[in-house]
């Protein structure tokens, strides 16, 4: 009996050495897809084109802290909480190299989405193209191709001298078009700021030229780019490069010649008539050309919302990071009490705040806004009034997005000057809070301006535009900083 | 057959039961050891029964033994017991000798034990006793100086966070560094499994009262039989077992007060609100709207708080085990239950504990033998809120922080009694300044949770068979299973759960583990000199892990506290899923001729699911000599054995492997899947490599063990040196490459050497007083020489906002980075940086107009410094650790004392930084001797409100690193034994009470409160921080031990 058991026991003992051993050695995860099939079925392939969009929505980019930054180095917000990781820094113009939050996060989130857009395109190149066949990956692709446009486009904004200096001559950034997947020399120069605009523009173009005319439902319309989305982000990156008369060829493919001004192919953009219906959740109107969507399921975490840096507790729980500057924009005599947009300005104790983040959830999950229509048609309308002086439609153009808000004003400036410098206070009033103010100074090379507690910085100052990144110093020896 | 047989032992115990009350007689004697002193509390015991008394005061005994009775036993505690026939003698003069104190101990090696003396592998052994009845959560806490080459460091004063545990130095980059922890043969799980800012240490689960003892291998051989683990140690853990003898009871109880310590000093209001204006005017934006002002309280007067108050407590803790056990010549047992209830230092910080533990062990027959254990406990690990010493150290929320930085002239409650708060900060009061503090503590300390609670079964069983004397076969099979309901709870009213309107959070996190060994085991002594074994064994280890749960926001009324109430979102949290399995086949050989020479070899072959698909499997080994000198006739003809009782050299070298830490799919690119817009998303989010593999250790072992004087000093010296290759790097790409990982790949290379000296000697052995003493000190040198190519270095975060530490080819591990500082311009009270260049710039927050904020000496611009201007500064490794022990007894007072200390490591004083920002955060008194005019010669700049630059804040500087020598006082116990004539009267066996002290002084320059403290916890890359921690308690307790 004895024995039997020592038989056994040597059994099992076998047993154990040859059972299910290698499958166990390779087990398979269970919540994440295989990098081998991940471009095996239209279901995937979309879904990879819908995480580019959730990778530049992330907290870092375009769901909030983008137009933060944009906003804050402007002269329109002031600082109440002094603290860095709510870009304090930013807004006093000192960041630093290894400034985690704004710096270092920046620039890393936005070369994630043009990795995942890289690695998209080559996939589809290699893989993905017959599964879902010629027209559907054309539109994908370009998808993918302004998504990374606007990452570069927002690096060039932050990280580079602006094109006007040297006319696009000056550093710009790492310029990388190839999907990277494992280890390998990384090392990369800066290209030219030019160089960069380039490919900015050639990713729009072929993306205006793949991407379809429109989505089934309003929610894709402005949460998922189309021809125009194209178009419209076109506009802002030549007027970015001061090519105006490329601002008009583009813009007026998506602006009719009179008003009222609208889209007259596509997506059917136009100013809509209630400028407060252009915010909040899920806002996705004709004129909201392309958003970021929030909701409960996908929140934008924490200290990255729009409504938790601009709204105070009182107004929708929000941490008041930043109150409207009394001597800026605010304190502007023209913009009438009447006007919709003060209207999305509240007063808590003695401060003014902007409000139109207004999600009372406590979640903050008021779609961030990338790019209206509103812009474009200012856009157009400074690119006339740059290239043809005093122009009418320019002026016209001006008054429509004033006129919606605040029917009593009618501009009639009596020069070229004029109508620049009132359309410029109009972007101010028209997109405050919505990440244009910083590069509007920077395009037209004006002083950052002096704030409580901080000086002027000016256009020939190193701190005009941010440092690199310490950690892409560290690690890409042919990296310069600025 | 088995019918029969019971029935027989039955009717044999009833009979000799007859018997025994039928016939006894007499016997009697005195014990007294080699000298002739006489000996008490000496146990004699007849064999086979449970008749017995113990010696007393004089030696003598007398005993009434059964007619039939045969041999007596005596037996004393550090001391070779004796039996003696009894014949028809009953008078018995009994001398016992000490035990051979060391080389007759039995040492827990892997897969069995061996006699302290074959061990040629290096191998600290701990008796249970040292760790028990201390105030502590987990074992490993009450290690620190016990061992040489073990540094424990207790990272904060927040309970039960796992303490960092280096086993001779740093041993990885990216994996681990925690040694591989072995429970009563079971490889077990580690680390904190709380997702809350409560730490749940697992190893917690283990009451220190039943810990037998703790044999931690250091070396390849000792190690090698576990390796692909084994590259930071192994720490063997053995539980009690029933000894052999009637039952014992005992009963260990205490109950204690533990308190913070060495705070910082802070301004109180009145200094805060003026020293705050001048930083305001400086900056020249005081103004009437735009100033700091005191608030009157209830009582009329300026509010003047001092935080502290109303985070710290004294923190009552007790600890209560009882015990039962015993062993017959076929079965032993051991039954315990314990429970611990300790209050932290901070409010509402505490940990329970319930565990019962049963081992058991019985011989069916020759051949066949099982046995096994189970184990239960329940561990309640309490917190409020952050403390910021889990890795989150900035936190807003931090109760270590938020005293630092709160106003001291803002209450908590407003006047009517109600929480001071608005929005989610704390409210300013009179204060006419946007924020003056960050959350409302007592609000948080009120209404706020966040636990973790651990459900743990471990237990094991065996089958051993011997079927020859020579040969025993054993098949083991564990489980230890670790379920943790983590529970938060954010109130809506202010702080954490203000932005989302109160949020709830439950969270299951579930582990299990099962090992299934088999081992065969051949072990013989040939003509009487050769003793020789074999260890055969293969071993499979299948670990599962996966954890869901739900985070509710935003409450539709604040009565809902949890998330069984109603709320408005259901988001999901802490999802997660994954397997892993390890494979090995293992071997052990032995030789050993005549005591003299002794020869060990280890083999192991793992195979393990984690590693690349290239590279699954690696053999490890490890071989070591031992040659016992004085059992050589040269040296006896010497005479050199009348110095040395025994003097043995060893040497041991082999190769081990690390893979502690490494993700479950760690090797693979994946895809993961998220939302856009409601819809499904497929992103590239981890880079893999089929080529990863272990970290590769080459350890090198050399020492020498001796005695002197029939062993009252032993002594043991050894120097080592692991060299680790393959060390795994999460190869920090050019971020611009746009990686969603850093990609592990094994390519760096460090050692670490040092020398390990461990003395004891029994100072003073006389009857009525006594001393030992033991000291040992280990020395490592650790550094770092090969990193991946193209990467100059590696940068440790902190709380992830601060980068001080940097791992460079060349230096040690997790050196200091920082910018460097030369003091304060006397004549403007501007900070002074040193640039990149060495070029001292001068910075002023606000600069009047026409002067730059950076300048040079001579008033031109600069380039502003940052943390690009930083240098590799110093080192945060201890050169040196260790301990002194020293236990003496007088009579029945027994009085011990552990010191430890350590040297030449450098600690950055994060904190500091932050008790001089210029912000509204409230600042140490050291900011009182700020400069303020034109010669002033000080350490403190000018205060600018606003700066956070000159102060450390924004980029970190040299002048917050400061030397983190210390001695501590670490425990002091005074312990009396009541006389066994009193003991025995109450019908007990022994009765002790004691009052210990634990970490009662700190000599140290070091300014913060504790400079054994690590922010960071057990990272390896960020080590030697000490940013907003909370600094260890300080504990007495009073306790007793009963023995029935």
Known sequence: MKKSFLYIASAAALLQLTACEKDRLNPIPTNSIAEASAFDSRLRIEGQVRAIYASIKNSGMYGGRYQIFNDIRGGDFLNERTNVVTGFDVWNYTPSNSSTNSVQNHWSRAYYVINLANVFLDGMASKGTPVVGEALSKNFQGEARLLRAMSYYSLLQLYARPYWDGNGSKPGVPLRLKGNTGSGDYALARATVGEVYNQILDDLNFAEQNLPLNYSSAVLNTTRAHRNTAIALKTRVLLSMRRYADVITEANKIVSAAAPFRAETGVPHALEPAFASLFGVASTTNENILSMPFSSAEAPGTQNQLGYYYGPSAFNGGNGEYSLNPAGILGNADWKATDARRALTTVVGSKTWLAKYADKSGLFVDFAPVIRYAEVLLNLSEALARVNGLDQRAVDLLNAVRRRSDPTTTFAPASADALINLILTERRIELLGEGLAGTDLTRLGLALPAKPGTTAVEPNSQQYIWPISSTELLLNPLMEDN | ?1044
């Open chain 2, 1 to 1044: 057959m088995h019918m029969r047989k019971l029935l027989f032992m039955l009717v044999a115990l009833l009979c000799h039961s007859l018997l025994l009350l039928a016939q006894t007689r007499t016997v009697s004697g005195t014990v007294t050891d080699d000298r002739g002193n006489p000996l008490p509390n000496v146990s004699v015991q007849v064999r086979g029964s449970n008749q017995g008394t113990v010696s007393g005061p004089d030696g003598t005994f007398t005993l009434s033994v059964p007619a039939n009775a045969r041999i007596l036993v005596f037996s004393s505690v550090g001391r070779t017991a004796q039996e003696l026939t009894i014949g028809t003698n009953t008078s018995f003069n009994v001398s016992l000798q000490p035990a051979d104190r060391s080389l007759d101990e039995v040492v827990v090696v892997g897969y069995g034990t061996q006699r302290r003396r074959d061990v040629t592998g290096n191998i600290a052994t701990i008796k249970g006793g040292e760790i028990a009845n201390k105030p502590v959560q987990s074992f490993e806490q009450a290690l620190g100086g016990r061992a040489a080459g073990v540094q424990i460091t207790i990272p904060s004063g927040v309970l039960n966070q796992p303490p960092v545990i280096r086993v001779r130095g740093t041993n990885s980059i990216s994996l681990s560094s925690y040694p591989l922890v072995v429970i009563d043969g079971v490889p077990t799980f580690t680390g904190d499994v709380s997702a809350t800012n409560a730490a749940s240490n697992v190893l917690a689960s283990i009451n220190p009262n039943d810990i037998e003892s703790i044999d931690i291998a250091k070396d390849a051989a000792a190690t090698a039989i576990y390796g692909s683990r084994a590259a930071n140690g192994v720490v063997f853990v053995t539980t009690k077992k029933g000894k052999s003898g009637r039952a014992r009871v005992t009963l260990d109880s205490w109950v204690g007060f533990s308190n913070v310590q060495r705070l910082p000093e802070l301004l109180d209001a009145f200094q805060y609100t003026d020293y705050k204006n001048e930083a305001l005017r400086n900056a020249g934006t005081f103004s009437a709207t735009n100033q700091f002002r005191l608030t009157n309280g209830p009582d009329g007067q300026p509010i003047n708080t001092n935080w502290y108050d109303y985070v710290y407590r004294q923190g009552v803790q007790h600890s209560n085990t009882l015990s039962v056990s015993g062993a017959s010549d076929a079965t032993s047992y051991y039954f315990s239950g314990g429970f611990t209830n300790q209050q932290g230092i901070i409010k509402r910080n505490d940990f329970k504990r319930l565990s019962l533990l049963a081992n058991l062990d019985h011989r069916v027959g020759k051949v066949l033998s099982v046995g096994g254990k189970v184990q239960y406990s329940n561990e309640d690990n309490l917190a409020a809120t952050s403390s910021g010493a889990l890795g989150d150290a900035f936190s807003t929320a931090g109760l270590g922080r938020v005293p630092l930085v709160t106003a001291p002239n803002i209450s908590p409650y407003n006047n009517d009694g109600s929480y001071n708060y608005s929005g989610a900060l704390i409210g300013v009061m009179n204060n006419l300044q946007g924020q003056v503090g960050f959350n409302n503590p007592v609000i948080q300390l009120d209404q706020n949770r966040s636990n973790a609670v651990n459900q743990r079964i471990l237990t094991n069983a065996y089958v051993q068979l011997k079927p020859f004397e020579w040969m025993t076969l054993r098949s083991a099979y564990g489980i230890d299973n670790i379920w943790t309901d983590n529970e938060i709870y954010w109130s809506p009213i202010s702080g954490e759960g203000f932005a989302s309107n109160g949020l709830a959070l439950s969270q299951l996190g579930k582990n299990k583990s099962t090992v299934w060994t088999n081992t065969a085991e051949f072990r013989n002594t040939f003509a009487e000199k050769h003793y020789a074994s074999l260890l055969l064994g293969v071993e499979e280890q299948k670990t599962d892990g996966s954890g869901y749960g739900l985070q509710r926001t935003s409450v539709n009324d604040p009565a809902f506290t949890n998330i069984q109430g109603g709320w408005s979102t259901p988001n999901n949290a802490g999802l997660f899923i994954g397997e892993s399995y390890l494979y090995s086949e293992f071997a052990r050989a032995q030789y050993t001729y005549n005591n003299k020479y002794f020869l060990s070899g280890n083999l192991r072959r793992d195979g393990a699911s984690q590693l690349g698909a290239n590279s699954k499997y690696g053999t490890f080994w490890g071989a070591s000599l031992g040659w016992e000198i004085t059992r050589e006739n040269f040296w006896q003809g010497a005479g050199l054995d009348r110095i040395f009782s025994s003097f043995r050299l060893r040497g041991s070298y082999g190769k081990v492997g690390n893979i502690g830490g490494l993700g479950n799919f760690a090797s693979l690119s994946t895809f993961g899947s998220g939302l856009y817009g409601g819809n499904g998303t497929v992103a590239f989010n981890q880079a893999g490599n089929d080529d990863l593999t272990w970290e590769t250790s080459k350890k090198l072992d050399i020492g020498v063990n001796f005695g002197f004087l029939n062993d009252r000093i032993t002594g043991e010296v050894t120097y080592y040196r692991n060299n680790i290759d393959g060390l795994l790097l999460f190869v920090p790409q050019p971020p611009s490459a746009g990686l969603p990982t850093n990609i592990p790949q094994n390519i760096g290379a460090m050692y670490n050497k040092g020398v390990e000296i461990d003395l004891g000697a029994q100072v003073i052995n006389r009857e009525k007083f006594s001393w030992n003493t033991n000291f040992n000190i280990s020395f490592n040198k650790n550094e770092v020489t090969a990193l991946a190519p193209g990467i100059t270095n590696v940068i440790g975060t902190t709380g992830g906002l601060e980068s001080p530490s940097i791992t460079v080819v060349g230096e040690p591990i997790a050196s200091l980075f920082v910018t460097r500082t030369n003091g304060v311009d006397p004549a403007t009270g501007r900070r002074i940086f040193i640039n990149k260049a060495g070029r001292e710039v001068y910075f002023q927050h606000i600069a009047p107009a026409g002067q730059p904020r950076w300048a040079y000496a001579d008033g031109s611009v600069a380039p502003a410094v940052s943390s690009a201007d930083a240098v590799v500064h110093s080192n945060t490794q201890p050169k040196f650790y260790g301990g002194f022990d020293n236990t003496f007894r007088y009579g029945n007072f027994e009085l011990s004392t552990l010191f430890t200390f350590q040297g030449g490591n450098y600690i950055y004083f994060g904190t500091n930084a932050g008790l001089r920002d210029q912000r509204f955060w409230n600042n140490s008194t050291d900011v009182l001797r700020r400069w303020q005019k034109a010669g002033d010669q000080t350490d403190v700049p000018k205060a600018i409100f606003g700066d956070n630059i000159s102060n450390g804040s924004s980029f970190p500087l040299d002048m917050n690193v400061f030397k983190g020598d210390f001695i501590k006082l670490r425990t002091l116990t005074l312990a009396y034994s009541l006389p066994s004539s009193l003991v025995s009267k109450a019908r007990l066996s022994s009765l002790r009470f004691y009052v210990n002290g634990n970490n009662l002084l700190i000599f140290t320059d070091y300014p913060g409160p504790d400079p054994e403290v690590s922010s960071n916890g057990n990272g390896t890359t960020n080590f030697g921080i000490d940013r907003n921690t909370v600094a260890n308690q300080r504990t007495i307790t009073f306790g007793l031990n009963v023995g029935l």
